[in-house]
């Protein structure tokens, strides 16, 4: 029961660091640095951006691993996870909507952190046309916020798992 409270721990451990640096970047870094000039902006998001990039992912990979683990102290096996049966159930559908969620969000986080993101930065630092830049960031901002809003819903999710 010790290692599955520390394995439990550390899953939950991974997903405030995930979340509460998402909620950070969006509640504290956006509108601090909002009135800065585009240039020191981009420059800083590209900082702050790389630096969480690294801890996101390290997150996400322990979250996945300790998920795993956790799935089989609740008796849930290779076989169950093969067996169509197993996702009939109600422990199976909350799963199956708690990983597709998932797989959306590292879809979507994998999008923002090495498509979009180095994208804007790469327009908002050639200012040659500002309002396109802008805009661009503003869409880079929804995606972001979507991403955390399912992060939201998978806690919610896994909150319902295990009861």
């Known amino acids: 029961m010790t290692l599955f409270y520390l394995v439990l721990t550390l899953h939950v451990l991974a997903a405030v660091v995930w979340i509460g ?14 009135p800065l000039e585009p240039p020191l902006r981009a420059r800083l998001f590209t900082l702050v951006g790389r630096q969480f990039r690294w ?4 997150s996400i990979a322990v979250l996945i691993s300790t998920g795993l ?10 076989g169950d996870i093969v067996d169509a049966s197993f996702w009939g159930t109600q422990f199976g559908s909350r799963l199956a909507f708690k990983a597709g ?10 999008f923002h952190d090495f498509v979009l993101g180095p994208r804007s930065t790469a327009l908002s630092q050639g200012a040659a046309n ?8 503003r869409r880079v901002g929804w995606l972001a916020r979507l991403t955390l809003v399912l ?13």
């Open 69 to 78: 683990i956790i799935l089989t102290h609740y008796g849930v096996g290779p």
């Open 21 to 34: 640096g998402m909620l950070f970047l969006t509640l504290v870094a956006v509108p601090a640095f909002r």
């Open 151 to 163: 992060a939201i819903i998978v806690v919610w999710t896994s909150v319902g798992l295990t009861r």
């Open 130 to 137: 500002p309002q396109r830049a802008a805009a661009f960031r």
């Open 55 to 58: 801890v996101g992912w390290t």
């Open 101 to 110: 969620l998932v797989a959306l969000m590292l879809l979507l986080s994998a």
